[in-house]
């Protein structure tokens, strides 16, 4: 059988790998436009206190699979994946709703061991786990929590499925009621995935069909700190769209959940530096791109606020720097 997979994000490369693993013919066909949310996405793996239950439903199956994905991958490629279990802190101060939380958990653990122990943690132990964590905050440490950088995992899989066989080629796909065109040529296909991200409605409209995908916006800014941070655990302060995580190096990023809305922000980290900036993607206007960003260094303090990007303040203060000090504005 041979498919064309349009989109090789996170989406689209997962889908040619397990396909050329099943021993289809693959082709994937990418135009990397500007704003690819594979590439900015935070990468929190980590759906194991979710209260929506209908997400649950998708995410847990698939955040409990990737221990089976990374071994496979590790078959198939010496491109690393990048993921990490490494905890994770559903923050807050409520002991009620702390407590309810855990209890979500564990029963989840049940059915899902990848989601591990869930314990109550006080502010002085949440804070020993993640340091800029603000001093008020009590937290669940959820041990089943695991991060990954979608850059890499996606590179992982693009470079497995190519290994099995896949054919990456660059070009803009186009469906038509006698099949695909990439760049105005047809290409042969039984079967075609259509795994472009927040384009895919667009591209199948030409077909008359309506698929329920609209861009969604958020913000993210990357930060450093000379401190080791293998280890930090992610951390979802309750009551608040925000998100903390770190990786390896020194970095550590704060980020707000999506919006409806066709502004998406975007950053990249820079060794020793932090910077963000709002990027106009993923929406029919195109990719102007409109910069704010401040400049920093490793060796000083990170910023306090959340970042010039952010479209709204935290519900409620979630870090502080230096650790311990009064919290972001
Ligand atoms: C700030 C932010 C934080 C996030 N945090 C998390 C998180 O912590 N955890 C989590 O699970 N998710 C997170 N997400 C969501 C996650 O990043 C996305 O759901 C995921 O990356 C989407 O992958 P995708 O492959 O569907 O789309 P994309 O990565 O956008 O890939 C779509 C690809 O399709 C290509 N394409 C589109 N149309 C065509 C065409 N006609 N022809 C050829 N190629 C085409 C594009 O060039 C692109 O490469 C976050 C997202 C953002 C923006």
Same mark, same amino acid.
């Given at each position: 059988m041979r498919v064309v997979v349009i989109g090789s994000g996170i989406a689209g490369a997962s889908g040619a790998y397990h396909l050329a693993r099943r021993g289809a013919e693959v082709v994937v066909v990418d135009? $990397?436009? @500007?704003?690819? $949310?594979t590439a900015a996405g935070?990468?929190? +793996? /980590? @759906?194991? $206190? /979710? +209260?929506?239950e209908e997400l649950f439903v998708l995410a847990g199956p698939a955040a409990g699979y990737y221990p089976e994905l990374v071994a496979a991958l590790g078959e198939d490629t010496a491109e690393p994946t990048s993921y990490a279990v490494v905890g994770a802190l559903v923050a807050g101060r409520d002991e009620a709703a702390l407590r309810e939380t855990q209890r979500r958990v564990t029963a989840r653990a049940a059915l899902h061991p990848a989601a591990g122990e869930a314990s109550l943690l006080d502010p002085a132990q949440a804070g020993a786990l993640f340091p800029p964590l603000h001093a008020g905050l009590a937290a669940v440490h959820v041990s089943g929590g695991a991060r990954v950088d979608g850059r890499q995992v996606r590179a992982s899989l693009l470079d497995a499925a190519r290994r099995r066989g896949a054919e990456l080629r660059t070009g803009t796909a186009a469906l038509t009621v006698d099949g695909v065109r990439v760049d105005g040529a047809p290409v042969g296909a039984d079967a075609v995935v259509v795994a472009a991200g927040a384009w895919s409605a667009e591209l199948v409209a030409a077909l008359g069909a309506q698929l329920p995908v609209a861009p969604q916006r958020g913000q993210i800014t990357h930060l450093e700190v000379a401190e080791d941070t293998t280890r930090w655990p992610v951390v979802s302060p309750m009551d608040s769209g925000h998100y903390l995580l770190a990786f390896p190096g020194g970095g550590w990023w704060s980020g707000r959940r999506g919006r409806p809305g066709p502004v998406s922000t975007v950053a990249s980290p820079q060794p020793g530096s932090w910077r963000c900036w709002n990027r106009r993607s993923r /929406?029919?206007?195109g990719s102007a791109r409109r910069p704010c960003w401040r400049p920093g260094s490793a060796s000083a303090p990170p910023p306090r606020t959340v970042s010039p990007c952010s479209a709204r303040s935290p519900a409620i203060p979630v870090w502080s720097w230096p650790p311990g000090s009064a919290p972001p504005a």
């Open positions: 135009d $990397a436009r @500007p704003g690819l $949310a935070a990468g929190i +793996v /980590s @759906p194991w $206190a /979710s +209260v929506n /929406s029919r206007r």
